[in-house]
Every structure is written in C-alpha cells, then in structure tokens.
C-alpha cells in the first residue's frame, strides 16, 4: 500500500462518522497486537490548550533523553503531524504499512455484528500506536480527541499522569450542555491511583472533577494564577517583564521565554510544567535544565504564531481559536502584542461552532473582516456574515479562505496585523509561501 492509497482508505472511514465507544477499538488493538501496552504515556484532555500542552510536556520529555511519542489531532497542514517520534512526522511508508496491517483487521470487525466499523479516528489511533511500539517509544504524550471517557486514546493502561487543561462550552451535542457535564467527560480519563494534573479554574466543573478523582483515589493537583493563589494549590504562574514564572514544589523557573506565543500560553506552559514535575516521582528523571528548555523550546504551528512577511511587508497572525474561550484567548493575546492596534480579520468556521459566540470577544479588535468557508465541515458564509453585522462590525465574503487572505493583506498597512482564525480547518488553507513560513518560523 502507498502513502495515497493508505491516505484514501483513511478518508473513507469519515463516512462512520464519530462512534465513541471503546469496545470495538479494544478489539481492534487485540488482534492488531496490543501496540498500546508498549510504551508509557502521559494522558491530555481538555476543551482548550491541549494541543500546547502536549507539546510542551513532549519537548521537555525530548530534552531529558527520552524517545518520545507525539499524538495529536487533527492536523494543521500535513496529516503526519498527527504522529511524530523525537518531533519528526511519521514517514510516509510508516503510515503506509501501519494502515495495511490494520485495514483486514477493521474489515474483519466490519463484518462482525458485535463490533461494527472502525471509524477514522481509530484507525489513526491504532496507526500512531502501532508506530510508536516499532520505534521504541519510552513515553507517549496522547492528546484526547473529543471527551476522554469514551475516546480512542483513552484504551491505553494506566499512565504517568492525566492532565484536564481547561472546561468550556465546546461540542456540547455530544459532551453535555454544562461545564458540569463536559467535565465529568474529560474526567473520564482519570485511573485509579494516577496522579491528575488540571489548570481548570470554574467551581462547577473543578468539584466534577474533584469527585471523580475522589473516587478512583487519583490525587488531583491544581495550577493556577499566583495572584489567585489558594493555600491546596500545587503550582502557581505569573509573567512580568522578565517572561513567564513558573512555581512548583521546591523548583521555580523564573522569566522562562516561550517560544509559543500568547499570554494563554502560560498556563498551558504550567500545566505542562505541573505534569512534567510529577513525573519526576513516577520514574522519570527529568532535570531543571531540560525542564526549562523543554518549555522555552516547545513549538506547535497556529497557536497565536506571528509571521513577518515581506515584499511587501506585512504582519500576518495565525490563530486557531474556535469557541468563545479561545476568541477571548486571542483577544487577550491581540491586546498584550500589539496594543492600541485594530487588525484585519479572516474568519472561517466549522459548521459545529457558533459565530455569535465567537466574534463578541474579538469585537474591539476588528477593523474589518472578511469570511469565507473552509473546504470540509463548512459553517455558511451567510451566518458568519449575520453575525459580523449584529456586532455593526464592516464584513464582506469571499469565496475562498486564500482569496479572502489576500485582500486582507492588500488593504492592510505596514504595522497592521492581519488575523486568520476561527478554525484549525481554515488556519490549514494557509496557502504557498506562507505555509513553509508557518513550518519553519
């Protein structure tokens, strides 16, 4: 089978949509091998940040000397960021002859009533696995998918440690209609005895996941602002002027420069930091050094990322954001970089994410905007459009996210930064050369 080939078989399981359950991937990993129990892993739910987060804890793991597996989804430009060992994408005939061994299996389970067809996402899951046991994998950071009760990743044995980075408003037609609710979902994750990491702030879903922590005797440790700073915390951030600060038990990383940009960043960076000292008493040998590198290191495309461009010379941001609390993060991140400056917007959403929910943060920072729709999973331009006027904000459309790109550069001014958001989808239309920009910078 070729990397194409293995690709289009992939794609075709998106007709199965979204199946959670965990029986028929169970089965699917026992008679692939169990590729899962090959390795340690280090567990990361949450609504927002968990991308960041797993890249942080992955540098970091690189840094001591580990052999480091990298799950993450979905993918920005090329689908084989969604596995990497050692921060290299997973070779195209790796992913080739994952997919081969896998595929009778999946057909074979097709055909049985008990179990049904393998979805997309369990496909990839069982291919990252199956890649990280070839490659000698000693520890594997696993980003949650959707949820984290019922997710694929969430088959692995025990970890290291779970992580819960945040609780929003996010998918609620499958995970629930409260922070309650969703946190109880990404709860699900939690196994008995593992220690559980969370940067999540609200009572309501803070207590939800207190209780199931109680419940399977998890010790749970908090990360949280130092200005808020309550007497059970486990570690506690604050940044001035010297970079981002960093306190944990008896380590505190002082004026740490992120290579990730955006204020938001910090606690996912201390989150990450939180994690990577627990994993100190869990068997893991990860020094002050390779903490702070790993940290200050960590890059992930996409996440407020600034590209300088020239001829001409323009400012373009590349954010992901695509619900309320990631248009608030943005917003924040907008005002901290370029201060007293209205931007010129891109916006393309999914067709699961609101736009009345998404623009309203973002408001004061708009000096136009033009909208389009990403090419799978598309949300209509007319809604985007509906939603941009209620806020009396200028919008036009444009029939396709790289056209709209462009006539934003065309009218923006030197010092102007032009922002293409709304959805990792339409951050993923980046087109040549900023692309190679995105990659590389």
Known sequence: MTYP??????????KFGVRLGLERFRE????????????????VAGTNGKG????????????????????LSPHLFDFRERIQVDGALIPPEAFARQVERLRPVAEELARDERYGPTTEFELITAAAFGHFAEEGVEVAVLEV???????????????????????????????????????LEKAGILKPGVPVVTGVMQEEALEAIREVARERGCPLHRVEPAALRRADGYAYYASDARGLSVW???????????????????????????????????????????????????RLPGRFQILWLHN???????????????????????????????????????????????????????????????????????????AARRLHLRAEAAPSIPEALERALEHASPDQPVVLTGSLLTVGELPEPYRSQALGG
């Open 5 to 14: 080939e293995a690709l289009e078989y992939t794609a075709s399981l998106l």
């Open 28 to 43: 699917l990993l026992r008679r692939a091998g169990d590729p899962h129990t090959a390795f340690r892993a280090v567990h």
């Open 52 to 71: 960041s987060t797993t890249a942080f804890i992955a540098s970091a793991l690189r840094e001591a000397g580990y052999r480091t597996g990298h799950y």
């Open 145 to 183: 998918g959707l949820g984290g009760r019922l997710d694929a990743t969430n088959v692995i044995p025990p970890p290291l440690a779970a992580v819960i980075t945040s609780i929003g408003l996010d998918h609620q037609e499958v995970l629930g209609h409260s922070l309650r609710q969703i946190a």
């Open 248 to 298: 944990l038990p008896q380590t505190p990383l002082i004026g740490l420069q992120l290579a990730l940009r955006g204020t938001f960043q910090h606690a996912n960076a201390a989150v990450a930091a939180a994690t990577l000292n627990l994993l100190r008493g869990r068997g893991l040998e990860v020094s002050d050094e390779a903490l702070r590198r790993g940290l200050e290191k960590a």
């Open 312 to 386: 001409p010379p323009r400012t373009l941001v590349l954010d992901v954001a695509h619900n309320q609390d990631g248009a608030h993060a943005l917003a924040e991140a907008l005002e901290h970089a370029f201060s007293g400056r209205k931007a010129l917007f891109v916006v393309g959403m999914k067709s699961n994410h609101d736009p009345a929910e998404f623009l309203p943060p973002l408001r004061e920072h708009v000096e136009r905007l033009w909208v389009s729709e990403p090419r799978t999973s598309p949300r209509p331009v007319e809604e985007l459009l509906e």
